[in-house]
C-alpha cells in the first residue's frame, strides 16, 4: 500500500521507522496515529501505519479557506475599531 502525500505539507516521502507502528513525513515530521502494538513483523507494521496515515477526513480546501476567511474577517473589527479587511486595504491604497 503507498502512503498518500503529506496532509501538511503535501511532501510524497513517508516513513515507517523499524519497530514502531507509526508513519513520519520525511519533509516536516507530521506523524500519522499509531496504527498498534508492534507485532514482530515489519511487514505487518508497515502497512498498518500506512492504512492509517491514509485514513483522513476529506475536507473541501475552498470550503476551509472560505471558514478561515471568514473568521479572519471576523476578527479584524475588533482588532482596527470596526474596518473590515476590505475598507482597510482602500484606505490603505492596496485594495
Same mark, same amino acid.
Given at each position: 500500500?503507498?502512503?498518500?502525500? *503529506?496532509?501538511? *505539507?503535501? *511532501? ?13 513525513? @520525511?519533509? *516536516? ?7 498498534? @502494538? ?16 491514509? @485514513?483522513?477526513?476529506? +475536507? ?5 479557506? +472560505? ?5 479572519? @474577517? ?19 491604497? +492596496?485594495?
Amino acid at each position: 500500500m503507498k502512503a498518500k502525500p *503529506c496532509p501538511f *505539507c503535501g *511532501c510524497t516521502d513517508v516513513t515507517t521507522p523499524p519497530g514502531i507502528a507509526i508513519a513520519i513525513c @520525511e519533509h *516536516c515530521e507530521a506523524a500519522g496515529p499509531p496504527a498498534k @502494538e508492534y507485532s514482530g513483523s515489519d511487514t505487518l507494521t508497515i502497512a498498518s501505519a500506512v492504512a492509517k496515515w491514509n @485514513e483522513r477526513h476529506e +475536507q473541501n480546501i475552498s470550503i476551509l479557506v +472560505q471558514n478561515l476567511f471568514n473568521a479572519y @474577517e471576523n476578527a479584524i473589527p475588533r482588532l482596527t475599531f470596526g474596518m473590515s479587511v476590505t475598507t482597510f486595504l482602500i484606505n490603505s491604497g +492596496q485594495g
